[in-house]
């Protein structure tokens, strides 16, 4: 009984916090004027032919501001470069760039994030991965949401489709870790660079802030490029924030359960797998999400599954992920926890991490 008390504690927490970042976590609405400047949206792209043209579409969609859309074909081999090509020919605002060879020390998709910076025109910078649809009002809330509040980078999760099981066990993890366990879910009142939060898939950055804390090119060697340019943000006294992003694109990361692993085991490195930190991490979710179902009948563990699946369906609300993948929830946390030990494993044992037919080595885990 003892035990079941203790996973009551641990669920409570989660929920407590859960509770308090739904509320805070903004909602953008379109601005009622149209937004002075210019903004890039800057897309890099490798092998991404059956994405491409529908992100493309979407971002020229925009509408209460001024954009242009500048895509970095990364050595595609699918065609990317020339589907980007024949719609650039029907509308001016868009440019196709072909990334340089990928220097020492730098990760693809973070070189070619910086090289868009470099030629991009606009007062802002919006960061967007090829799987993104912009919502048409998107690019200007988010610029007016920075400027009225000084925030020199804003990102938010875009609803994420969901359309297997696979993605169903993986997936949905993103926003309970975001949500369920972030104090204050990165607003930017929080100054502290370890509390700061962001999504890859979606960043607006002021030019001017961008350029000074040394933009990409600061986080060169990184994966998980999204958190690492919060955080320098913040660690050069920038403000740096989170908003809802379901209301402003539609992202479908992955295609199956081996993509979903995958590309969660090659960002895990530089999230929650590192040696000191995972086994606390283990700890909280395994003993708020996992035991309460093996202390059953226990009233403490009835209470602890009552609370995670009210904390997991209200996410999913929020997020507006299917209501379909909330009985999943404990498989979910399992098999985020697996994804976890299986990158860290990997960092232990030396082995690169791959993505898109390249290897990185296995840089040091904090």
Known sequence: MELA????GLAALPAMFGL?????LPRLRAPRAAQEGLVSILIPARDEAANIEACLRAALASRG???????????SRDGTGEIV??????????RLLQAPPLPPDWTGKVHACARLAEAARGTHLLFIDADVRLDPEAAAALLAHADARCIAMLSGVPRQLIGSLGEALTVPAINLLLLGYLPAVGRAFTR???LAAACGQLILCDRAAYEAV????AVRHVLHDGLALARRFRAEGHRTEVVDGAPLATCRM???FAESWAGFVKNAREGMATPMGLPVWTVLLSGAHLWPWALLPAPPAIAAILLML?????????AREPWWTVPLHPLTVLVALAIQWAALGRWLLGRPAGWKGRAYPATKAA
Request: hydrophobic content about 55%; cysteine-free.
């Open 310 to 318: 009210a904390l997991r369906a209200a996410i999913t609300w929020r």
């Open 214 to 217: 040394g933009g990409h090119g």
């Open 192 to 194: 502290r660079a370890d």
């Open 254 to 256: 992955y295609g199956g």
């Open 65 to 75: 501001v001024a954009v242009e859309v500048v895509v970095m074909d990364d050595a």
């Open 85 to 94: 090509a024949r719609l650039a020919e029907a509308d001016p605002r868009i």
């Open 20 to 24: 308090v970042n739904l509320w805070l």
């Open 5 to 8: 008390w203790i996973t009551l």
